[in-house]
C-alpha cells in the first residue's frame, strides 16, 4: 500500500464522539485513504455511523480495523453483513471485529 493511504490511530482512547468526523473525512472527494485501524479505542455504539460513510461512493477504503472497540454481538454482525453486501456490490472491503 503506498504511503499516506493507511492511518493507525489503535488505542488513541478515540470515542463515539469522533465518529462523525471520521465519516465526513471519509466520504470526502479528495479522501486517498485505503486503510484505517481503530482498534482498541472506545468507539461503541456510535462507531456504527461509519457504516454510512462505508457505502458512500467517495470512500476508497478497503480495510477498516475496529476489533476491541466493544461493538454488542448484533453490531458487529450487522458490520460483517455490511462488508458482504459492499462485495458483491464489487467491492473488496475487509471489516475486522
Known sequence: MERGKERELEGCDLTGDCCDDLASALC???STLRELQLR???????GMKLT?????P?????K????????SEE???RLKSL???????????????
Open 83 to 97: 462488508q458482504e453486501e459492499l462485495r458483491r456490490s464489487g467491492r473488496d472491503m475487509t471489516v475486522e471485529v
Open 64 to 71: 477498516l480495523g475496529l476489533y476491541g472497540n466493544q461493538f
Open 40 to 46: 482498541g479505542n472506545n468507539l461503541g455504539k456510535s
Open 52 to 56: 454510512a460513510a462505508l457505502k458512500h
Open 75 to 77: 453490531g458487529k454482525r
Open 58 to 62: 467517495n470512500c476508497k477504503l478497503e
Open 28 to 30: 470526502t472527494n479528495q
